[in-house]
């Protein structure tokens, strides 16, 4: 078995764990997550502070597979208790993002506004004009919404406009020379 599934998952104070035949549901005070098990994974309860998966049999890469669900747990018991929360920066002259009812407009130099409609469980903020925070309870909805985002006009090589992640470092190139 992979070294990350043989780690058990710790279930803190007030996260109840419901494990199904073909899924698992954690539920805590921000929320409820399911998750849908392979085949050959199954995940035991030992006692009610901790979680472990085990993989049953010896499938081709089902190592790997235990110790993504695993780590997609481990991911699901901390957005249910803390949540998650991915920050944008907006770098450029104009460049502008407003939260409308649950839309999300950006004015990033085109010729026309664009309108993002805000998943369902995720909320978006705008402290400021070129700043954004997505804000959930699932990992990988929060990272998809902010890289859809992103999309839109990712950072440039030369002057480094564009929409960044807060803590990405743009390499800038030199411009040519004549």
Aim: aromatic share 4%; hydrophobic share 35%; net charge positive.
């Amino acid at each position: 078995m992979s070294r990350v599934a043989k780690k058990p998952v710790d279930l803190p104070q007030g996260v109840t764990v419901t494990i199904g035949g073909e899924s698992v549901t954690v539920k805590g005070a921000k929320g409820s997550l399911t998750l849908a098990l392979r085949t050959g994974i199954k995940v035991v309860q030992p006692d009610k502070l901790h979680l472990a998966v085990e993989a049953s049999g010896d499938g081709e890469g089902l190592n790997a597979i235990a110790g993504s669900t695993r780590a997609h747990l481990a991911n699901m018991v901390t957005g249910v208790t803390k949540g998650y929360e991915k920050k944008l920066e907006l770098v450029g002259v104009g460049y502008r993002a407003a939260v409308q009812a649950k839309s999300l407009t950006l004015t990033l130099g085109y010729s026309h506004l664009i309108n993002y409609a805000i998943p369902d469980g995720i909320t978006i903020e705008t402290p400021t004009q070129t700043e954004i925070l997505v804000k959930g309870i699932d990992r990988q909805r929060i990272g998809q919404t902010a890289a859809e985002i992103r999309s839109f006009r990712p950072p440039e090589p030369y002057k480094g406009k564009g929409v960044k992640y807060s803590d990405e470092k743009i390499s800038l190139k030199e411009a040519k020379k004549k």
